[in-house]
């Protein structure tokens, strides 16, 4: 037996002191080429307008936590996200190791034996082969599956290459390094992987012979090291430095809250949005070099599931080139109808593993083009609308009560004491098929003695749409308005079956001043089933399966209580949609999509509604009138769709109650 | 020598009326200004031209020029600009002027302003205001160089009277050989239709999907217009399911009508095609769904089997 405590290894013993030199100054003068390459994109990054980091240091640590370390956007079943996993140990591992030998050569302490250099070896050795695993199943992944969103470039293969290249000379370098100084059995165990080479490939080699080779295998090993860090900047691997640091600054603000313009500065810049890459901030600047180009957010877009000309990732790709080649008008590289086509569903935001914001992207260039005037057609006439008429559909406002004809609804003036304001949206005030569900909505309301009222003529669109769609201008002077409206009513408590609304009531109206405990009809309706207030009987037998609405699931969170309201816990016939909860899919109304002309193929209510078909729901319930009217239209151009029902969570409510609750 | 040179449209029996708008526009910007028809067999409609004050007809009538080829027309007319030294070019908002134009304009490298409504002297050169952001807006907007292509609002400026003098009608000649051949006639289709136009019309009868065929479509929807001499719309769902052409859709991105009397054959009312619908006076609907949301905006509701009620309606409408 050896004495554990003399377990140890050399560090540099087969290397001649020049050599050793010699390598210092080339990892030396590699670092130099990464911290020169890197300066050069933070010197690009400097060029945007000042601004938009997140300055908390404990939401920087807590969001390194858990996108950096614990990587929770990466985490899924998928073949990615395992290698992934590999990967990233083995890399972190050997980094942190190879740092910690570094230390003890150089630092006054030599801690580099006994127990501790055992756990060590076997430690490193471990995640060397977990980096190895990876390795070739990305390449797996890259030669077999092929996945689209993934990107193909031959660059990629070459990173891979050299990965792989490192893992193994850095075995071989070990496994040479115990055959000729002839390691005792008991500690060579530890070094798992290099004791299973030597006593196989490495039998019966002289040891001379063993440390010439080692020699060979540790220069290789050295310069693969060199190579990798000097090109970390040009590949996929620039991620390891710039996705942390997105991840840490990016500004911390609710999902469904865009920036609001400043009009002081409009006024001095005379500029709204983003028309030259240096219009950006910073932090997106450095958010389009923090893109690994997962694909991720192209998967999850409905856009590019419809054939139309927006992939997240592309966005983000071609602005971080236009930023390499020097460019600076961003609709050189982006097209009107790329930014036009997306539905601000959000998709892409929730994938992103180092925490983009596509959506602000689209947005800030949309402003852009709504201030050249670029906009035309069936949307910029809804824009129109909501200035002149105060809603999208070019309606009288005076028609706003229309809706309520025969059901006496209070409104603010005539309950002035109201605890609940019921805010009732544009659609379901005009669109017919949506009023309905503003009945159903005030039927339940007063069957449960809710002490509720409507504002009537004095509500008006909130403005989502134009916000949306990128008319700024036009958000403020409705936010303005309506904000004047609540406080002079004294509104506390806000309920709309509209999730458009509720989001921007809750969300945004914040940002000029109004604060309101804002509700989604579901919730109020599940807390008024959970206090015994209103029935929701039993359901009828049929399947019936749940849309969940992105500005209400993915963008705020819920997803429970729409799913309380139908009884959906305790329903047997309930199915549930693949793309479900937070990961709903979006109807395509969303991003003021709800007023572009769309060609039947590229309809995403038809594929959300084939979606729905597929559970054999008879019943498809949602909680938005937008996606009421998206997926009404997605069944008509559906095969089978004309055997399933539409309807909003109040109106199933409605027509389950027990005769006795009447 | 002409200022201006306006492109006037034609169905080769006659001129389109809307086309002749933009000499109000040229007699604003000052000038002489010629009129350039282009086509084939065009004797009567240059003839009908004479009299609009113009220095010139310009007839440019080639066999090659039978059919509105864009490449073609776009040659023809930027060499005739040269030729005339014109320095504003116009035409009408139209699609015909949308597809021939903007060549014309890459032709001569002259830039091109669409939708002109007015002019405006500023600091000594001229600037045109054209809407922006579907009207809400306008833009004021100069161009650089030393000629421009306009297209022109028709409803933004009076037609002309024909009372002057009789002017000469220039035949523009070129080599036929030297036309781009980039594009082939392949066929021509033309509806004709002696029911009125669509947003004009008093009555309007509209279907929607359950209308099932084009044949179908025609027979009780056509059936119902005709006897009530009507024009025929359709929802976007028909559109989309090739029962009827796409001129006919009528909705948020398609066309918005007023008729006096409008009849929803099988709509069931989705907001994007009441926004086309808002503002007729009477609305009928027939519709086998109690529930359907038309119904509420319907001034008349007739619930009940389209393919039953229609084929009576139309037999009582009839005379005889």
Redesign the interface.
Known sequence: MTDINNATREVFGNIPPWMRVVFFIMIAASIAVLVRQVAARVWLWRKGQKGGFEHSWRVWIERLVVYAVAQKRVHRKSLGALLHLLLFSGFVVLTIGTTLLAIAYDGPYYFHHGWYYLIYELTMDVFGVAFIIGCLLAMYRRAFQRPASLGHNSRDWWLLGLLLSLGVTGFLVEALRMHYTQVQSDVAHWSIVGWLIDVTLLRGIDPGRAQTLHLGAWWLHAILVAAFIATIPVNRFLHVITGPLNIAVRPERPMGTLVPLKMEEVEQTGRTGVHELADFNRQQLLSLDSCMECGRCEDACPATATGKPLSPKAVVIDLRNLMSLGGEDVHRTIRDETLWACTMCQACVQECPVLIGHVDLISDMRRDL?GE?K????P??A??QI??QSNP???SNSERLAWAEGLEVPTAESNPSFEYLLWVGC?AS???????VARATVQLLKDAGVNFAVLGKEESCTGDPARRIGDEFLFQQRARTNVETLTRHKVKKIVTPCPHCYNTLKNEYPQFGGQYQVQHHSALLSELVGAGRLSNGSSDGEPITLHDPCYLARVNGEVDATRAVIGAPNDAQYREMPRCGKKTFCCGAGGGRM?F?EA?SQRVSVLRAQEAIATGARTLATACPFCL?MM??GM??AQGGENVKVLDIAEVLLSRRTPTSR | MAESLILIEHDRQQVKRPSLHAIALARQLGGEYALLVVGHGLDGIATSLVSYGASAVVVVDDPALAEPLADRYAAVIAEAARKHGAKTILGTSSTFSKDVLPRAAALLDAPMITDVVAIEEMDGSISYRRPINAGSMFATVKVEGDRRILTVRPTAFEPPVANASPCEIKRFDFDPASLPNGMQFISREERKSDRPDLTEARVVVSGGRPLKDKETFERLVGGLADALGGAIGATRAAVDAGMAPNDYQIGQTGKVVAPELYIALGISGAIQHLAGIKDSRIIVAINKDPDAPIFQMATYALVGDLYQIVPQLIESIRPG
């Open positions: 709504i005037g906009l035309s057609g069936p910029a006439k824009l129109q200035g002149s559909y070019g309606r659609a005009f669109d017919p098929r949506a009023q309905k007023w002309e039947p009217n009404t239209d008509a151009g």
